[in-house]
């Protein structure tokens, strides 16, 4: 049954999505945790670090949280997480995508919006890891749009107990059309700044290396200049890169709105109907949810913003409502 959700009330110092959406990442201090680094070795040779916070029995509930696009484990909403689930007495493990860390990943391969066989690795080791403990994940953005097709994929099979996403890029094709329009183009550039960046700093990691193979697998890719949209990214380097024939075959196969029907664990949808980087004729109609879903859509917030309060004392209202609703599905399983 859909758990009663406590409603959001914008900032009124924060009127629109794009203040909304850049107030996190530019104007909050972030929460200063002392976590435990583990680098996870992938069945391929390669790696993700992950960075655990709260407390360590063996029953206690634990979080997997994934962050978005050219973000890391110390991007704002995710630090503000972990350290309300640890004041919940929940752990939290975060989760740095490949090269997202701080160190590039040893091949050429990167994230991106499909990478769910990463999550199944993920969910896998925090299994044998924690085996007595009620297992959940949160994804952001391109974090949850993974997350959700991984649900989708695994169905009934899948181990975790719910999950949530937040501002979700169902429809990469219409969300990257979307992000090239208006004052979005800012977001844009500093996501191909970033993207470009990626690439870059991994082809002089192989270069250093001697890794002679690997460095021509990126060059092969073509130059980086004149990377201006998702369009050209994706198509010029995501979709070679991953095995997808080009970028409308990425977008469709990547989407998460195409999987959503198949999610047999309890779900939660938080999104913004003003998201900057997402038409609403992108959300999902409610025939497309699976019965365990529940869609909270909301008018405002912006894209992972949701700032509520005053400027005094802003109140984050994913970090109130992400752990409160996992508390609350976890009482309804004891």
Excluded at 11 to 19: C, E, F, I, T, V
Excluded at 44 to 73: I, R
Excluded at 155 to 179: K, M, N, T, W
Excluded at 237 to 249: K, Q, V
């Amino acid at each position: 049954m859909p758990m009663t959700a406590a409603p959001f009330n914008p900032a009124r110092w924060l009127p629109n999505p794009h203040l909304q959406t850049l107030w996190g990442p530019f104007c909050r201090r972030p929460a200063r945790l002392e976590r435990t680094r583990e680098r996870l070795w992938l069945a391929d040779g390669d790696f993700l670090d992950l960075d655990w916070y709260g407390p360590h029995q063996a029953e206690t509930p634990l979080v997997a949280v994934f962050h978005g696009l050219t973000g890391s484990s110390d991007s704002h909403y995710v630090l503000g997480l972990q350290a309300r689930l640890a004041a919940q007495g929940w752990a939290s493990v975060a989760v740095n995508w490949r090269g997202c860390s701080g160190e590039p990943n040893r091949l050429p391969r990167a994230y991106h919006s499909g990478a769910s066989d990463d999550v199944l690795e993920v969910i896998a080791h925090l299994q044998a890891c924690r085996p007595l403990a009620a297992l959940f994940a949160v994804g952001y953005s391109l974090g949850g749009n993974v997350l959700l097709k991984y649900l989708g994929e695994t169905g009934s099979a899948c181990p975790l107990q719910a999950a949530v996403a937040v501002s979700v890029p169902f429809r990469l094709d219409e969300c990257a059309d979307r992000i090239g329009e208006g004052f979005s183009r800012v977001y844009q550039n500093h996501f191909m700044r970033g993207l470009v960046a990626y690439v870059q700093r991994k082809r002089q990691r192989f270069l250093d290396q001697g890794a002679s193979e690997h460095l021509a697998t990126l060059e092969r890719l073509g130059p980086l200049d004149d990377m201006r949209t998702f369009w050209d990214f994706d198509g010029r380097i995501t979709a070679p890169l991953h095995g997808y024939a080009d970028a409308h075959d990425y977008y469709r196969r990547a989407s998460s709105r195409y999987f959503l029907g198949e999610i047999r664990v309890r779900t939660l949808l938080i999104q913004a109907e003003d998201d900057p980087f997402v038409y609403p004729r992108s959300l999902p109609e409610a025939a497309e949810l699976s019965a365990c879903t529940t869609f909270e859509r909301h008018a405002k917030g912006g894209h992972v913003g949701f700032i509520g309060g005053s400027p005094w004392s802003p109140r984050y209202y994913l970090e109130e409502r992400i752990p409160t609703w996992l508390a609350e599905h976890l009482a309804t399983l004891r």
